[in-house]
């Protein structure tokens, strides 16, 4: 049973556009601007606000132009390369430094050479310095594939613990995607949420040894998840990158070969070339004055200090007292002059739970969606966020040209490290999943080392949950596997000509606070009823709302909660979903009267009743004072005379009854058990058919819900809310009973499918 349940839940998962890590946007630019501009050499590096993309070409071309998390990256013109080799043959291969350069050490060596050596060695040294400077064009089993300089300086000259690093597909992805990040002059670099033992404590360390290397009067700073990882990390891997550097890459260190502190580059290595081949330029010898240091773990680290490059690895395992968040705002200033960026970072983790660091990471990583700036241009946090499943850069399933193997083949492929693959990333990780389902702990540490999606890489521990966890996590697994695009639609809501009370209109926009994945006919929309001097819903019959409120604008220092709102249909017959989730908003906007008139446009938009919690009444209020109190439901546990004036008057129900917390949590169990994950037993539909709940913010806070600490959890009240108005039948008064008596159950979450405890 479980086996079948499994494969019903990766059915969606299967069917992702598992190639696509990147789109090749066809026809973004006119062609005939791009032949005009590549004829010029005028493309410059950086963001073309023109024509929305960042070029990372060096050389005035471009060629393709890469979408990547929504960053549009235009890279060099293609050229045309040739191969004796056969198109199977054609891979990334290493190439050793020639003997006789070898054994030169430094620059000075070089110049005590003879004219003929020079004369023999200079061309090579020459085109070494366009690849780092240009980046490098092979031919990948036929196709001309491009990375960086930086991707080529740890393909060709760093040595990792393994030997030369492996080109993986994903790494030249990721690269590029870095590449992004240090020309756009809005970026404060990338945010990179990994899988483990993807190298990227290698690709960061080679990074600042490049950048080390060929910047003037500069520092490059190492934080880590504690100053011993930090410290490891400069004395394991940067500081062997830069010894093993040739010569014509590798300055005069100042001090010991092997330092623990602190890397000092004194005198530089020359840009050789064929014109200064002879020369040994005096002012050269002025040195870079450029170090590489590592910092201990706080939040005030490298406070007040100036940064050419800040490492930041594993930023998602800062437990506490350590705060990621609060050392990004401290160290975020060590990049910048004013409003100019000098500085980048290239941090990059994976995820500890959430309440070891996770948590903190995990709004980083969201405040860097490049898709959502401000009105500067940047993201929240001033980074670039990437996100590369764990299929496209597992150990073990890359072929010989870098590309990942997915899915079983049909015949033996040989993998990069010259072994014959012969299972799939996928149907490794499914079985390891599978094997897993009855240890939930371990199942949600694996998810985190090695996520496809991102709420995988952000998997909570298990705990004792309120709620049945297996049916949760299925609707949160099936949902990543979709195009959530084509099932929720993102927007926000305004007055037809910015005329209050006369006619809401819905207008989806990618900024708007409202996500919905129902849209009601036109005959539906704005169904008020005008009865007694009141508008009231008309289409109270079709669904309901339920709201968290909030009273004050400002945020008070370690609170201020999101305002709530979510819509749930009815069981109806008219066109429209039935006992299903279609509004989710969760925000705070500037002040919170644009929270009460959102609120208020989506109840007359779709015609339908709210309730929400009376402690605090500014929402009611602001309901009643437009004439909309027909639209707050009344606490449905009590007759209308038993209501207090207060009551009457608002609508609303407390937050303070024991019986109400009880009956709000009991609501939400019914309904996931209903409407949530697969139902096994098929009492509600057939056990192949996955829920309908789309909104994963809510599914998370489900998850997490902790029945004695309410406040942190927006989501669940106001869903929980609209679930109660939904039923409010259930919980009308009985004759001769003051209370309502709800028998709650509680689960054990150990088990492959959550168990019911023994009440």
């Known amino acids: 049973m479980a086996q079948i349940q499994n494969q019903k839940l990766q059915k969606g ?53 890469y979408e990547i998390n ?49 004369s023999k060695w200079v061309e090579y040294i020459e085109t070494e310095f366009d690849k780092r400077e240009q980046g490098y064009w092979f031919l990948n089993n036929g196709q001309p594939t491009y990375i960086t300089g930086t991707h080529y300086m740890y393909l060709q000259w760093t040595k990792i613990d393994v030997g030369h690093p492996d080109f993986r597909e994903a790494n030249r992805i990721f690269y590029i995607y870095w590449e992004a990040s240090k020309v756009d002059k809005r970026s404060f670099g990338m945010c990179y949420l990994k899988i483990r033992r993807s190298g990227f404590s290698f690709m960061g360390s080679c990074e600042g040894v490049n950048t080390a290397t060929i910047s003037k009067d500069s520092r490059v700073g190492i934080l880590s998840k504690s100053g011993s990882d930090a410290k490891k990390m400069f004395t394991d891997k940067v500081v062997p990158i830069s010894n093993n550097y040739p010569f014509f890459f590798k300055p005069i260190q100042d001090g010991m070969d092997k330092p623990k502190t602190e890397l000092a580059y004194r005198v530089p290595a020359s840009k050789i070339t064929k014109k200064n081949m002879y020369l040994v330029d005096e002012q050269e010898l002025e040195g870079l004055d450029t170090t590489i240091d590592w910092k201990n773990t706080s939040d005030n680290s490298y406070d007040g200090e100036k940064l050419q490059l800040l490492l930041h690895d594993e930023s998602g395992k800062w437990e506490r007292p350590e705060n990621i968040l609060n050392n990004w705002r401290v160290t975020k200033t060590c990049l910048r002059l004013g409003s100019k960026v000098i500085g980048k970072c290239m941090m990059g983790s994976t995820s500890n739970a959430l309440d070891k660091g996770g948590r903190n990471f995990k709004s980083l990583f969201e405040d860097s969606e490049c898709m959502n700036r401000n009105s500067n241009g940047q993201t929240k946090s001033g980074l670039y966020n990437l996100f590369v499943p764990m299929e496209w850069n597992m150990e073990g399933f890359i072929d010989v040209y870098g590309m990942p193997v997915f899915k079983t083949p049909a015949k033996p492929i040989k993998g990069i490290d010259g072994e014959m693959i012969t299972q799939g990333a996928i149907d490794y990780w499914e079985n390891e999943v599978e094997s897993l389902k009855s240890d939930p702990d371990a199942l949600n540490e694996f998810y985190r080392q090695f996520p496809r999606s991102e709420s995988h890489a952000f998997r909570d521990e298990s705990k004792q949950s309120l709620f049945n966890l297996t049916k949760i996590y299925q609707q949160i697994d099936y949902n990543d596997s979709l195009i959530m695009q084509h099932h929720v639609t993102q927007g926000g809501f305004h007055w037809k000509d910015g005329i209050k ?175 949530i994950g697969l139902d096994l037993d098929e009492n509600y539909r057939d056990k192949d058919i996955m829920g309908s709940m789309y909104f994963q913010r809510t599914l998370e806070d489900w998850a997490k819900f902790d029945i004695n600490n309410r406040t942190r959890f927006d989501a669940a009240i106001s869903s929980g809310l609209a679930i109660m108005s939904n039923q409010k039948h259930l919980y009308t008064p009985i004759q001769k009973q003051s209370k309502i008596s709800i028998n709650f159950a509680r689960y054990n979450n150990k088990s492959s499918v959550s168990q019911l405890l023994k009440r």
């Open 501 to 675: 009370d006369s006619k809401v209109i819905w207008s989806p926009n990618k900024r708007g606070r409202f996500f919905v994945t129902y849209i009601p006919k036109a005959s539906l929309q704005n169904n008020v009823i005008e009865r007694g001097g009141q508008k009231r819903p008309g289409n109270e019959h079709l669904g309901s709302f339920g709201c968290d409120s909030y009273d004050i604008s400002g945020v008070v220092v370690g609170k201020g909660s999101n305002g709530s709102l979510h819509g749930l249909t009815k069981f109806n017959m008219d066109d429209a979903p039935s006992n299903e989730f279609f509004l989710e908003y969760i925000a705070r906007p500037q002040t919170a009267e644009i929270f009460f008139e959102e609120v208020l446009m989506a109840c007359v938009f779709y015609g339908m009743p709210i309730l929400c919690e009376n402690n605090k009444p500014r929402l009611l209020y602001h309901f009643k004072n437009r004439g909309y109190r027909g639209y707050c439901l009344n606490r449905p546990d009590k007759k209308y005379n038993k209501l207090s004036k207060t009551e009457k008057e608002l609508g609303g129900i407390p937050n303070s009854s024991e019986d109400v917390k009880q009956s709000h949590a009991s609501a939400i169990e019914s309904y996931i058990e209903k409407h």
């Open 13 to 65: 998962l299967q069917n992702q556009d598992q190639d696509k890590l990147y789109v090749v946007l066809k026809n973004f630019i006119p062609q005939n601007v791009i032949a005009t501009k590549n004829k010029a050499y005028t493309w410059k590096p950086g963001y073309n606000e023109k024509y929305d993309i960042v070029v990372i070409s060096q050389n005035g071309t471009i060629g393709d132009i």
């Open 70 to 118: 929504g960053l549009k990256i235009a890279l060099p013109k293609t050229p045309t390369l040739k191969s004796t080799k056969k198109k199977d043959d054609q891979f990334w291969s290493t190439s050793d430094i020639p003997k006789e350069l070898s054994k030169i050490q430094s620059i000075f060596q070089w110049h005590n050479t003879t004219p003929n050596f020079k």
